[in-house]
């Protein structure tokens, strides 16, 4: 219906000659104005008391962000943003609202916490863990970015409320990119530091004294564990690749599986030699105690 009524109006002034500047063309074109205001303004009223029927209905503030989502390209008429503007006010509050929660939750150590367990069990580093929780973060910021340009449309930056929450994301997301950037920096000079060839020279093994026992362990760089994993994950992330570093990564991605192998089997070795000794001690005080 209301489709029909904009076509109607627009029909009206197309038949108008506007080089007719005559008396005649004069009133033909205020006539034709008139009634096209009028069309226009009876669609107006149309998709007001759609939309506001559609908020009143909607059950949550999700819903009146898709509702927002639908209409928003009429937002620069007056009359529909007048009638909507009460439920914008609510909605941004609500966004301004997430948007400190989000800066609360990210500057809480047991979220990440929590994250890094979670992480843990998927077998992703450290820093890898860290960047991606910040990533979790910005994504969430520009879908709160996103719900105000929603709720204000297209020129949502010129509105006072728009221009508040613009400044406040772009401030919160340029930290986020700088705390990503130190994270990456710093694994950078740490495993720039690492000397490759050091560890290559050094002994396969190593023996540890722990109290009164000695175990023998893999004498390998913990960190060059997750050297490739680090690596091809900050890629994806679409962090600037080290080429020095790549190269490791490389050397450490073939190494990792024998590493890895190594360390299974000591352990093994290890819990049966304590298991072994345990009982060879108990043998050796029995035969003491009978001599």
Do not use: C
């Amino acid at each position: 219906m209301a489709l029909k009524e904009i076509n109607e109006a627009h029909a009206l002034m197309i038949n108008i000659n506007i080089l007719d500047l005559s008396g005649q063309g004069d009133e033909q074109w205020e006539k034709a104005r008139k009634a096209y205001d009028l069309k226009v303004d009876k669609v107006e009223g149309q998709i007001t008391s759609t939309l506001r029927d559609k908020l009143e209905g909607a059950k949550n503030s999700n819903e009146m962000f898709k509702v927002f989502s639908m209409f928003n390209a009429l937002f620069l008429r007056p009359r529909i943003r007048g009638a909507i503007q009460e439920y914008q006010n609510r909605l941004l509050a609500e966004v301004k609202k997430d948007i400190q929660k989000l800066k609360d939750k990210f500057l809480e150590e047991k979220n990440m916490e929590g994250q890094q367990v979670l992480n843990k069990v998927r077998d992703f580093p450290k820093i890898s863990n860290k960047i991606i929780w910040t990533k979790q973060i910005e994504r969430k910021l520009e879908l709160n970015i996103d719900r105000v340009q929603k709720v204000l449309g297209t020129q949502w930056q010129e509105h006072p409320e728009g221009r508040e929450l613009k400044t406040l994301g772009d401030t919160f997301a340029r930290h986020l990119s700088q705390v990503q950037q130190t994270l990456f920096d710093s694994w950078v000079k740490e495993m720039s530091e690492i000397n490759i060839n050091a560890v290559r020279e050094k002994p396969l093994f190593e023996i540890v004294r722990h109290m009164e026992k000695f175990d023998l362990n893999l004498n390998f760089n913990e960190k060059l564990f997750h050297l490739f994993k680090e690596s091809n994950n900050l890629k994806r992330m679409g962090l600037r690749q080290i080429f020095s570093i790549t190269l490791r990564a490389q050397d450490m991605q073939y190494m990792y599986p024998i590493a890895l192998s190594l360390q299974d089997s000591l352990r093994t070795f290890n819990y049966i030699n304590a298991k072994v000794s345990d009982r060879f001690s108990q043998l050796i005080a029995k035969l003491q105690s009978g001599a």
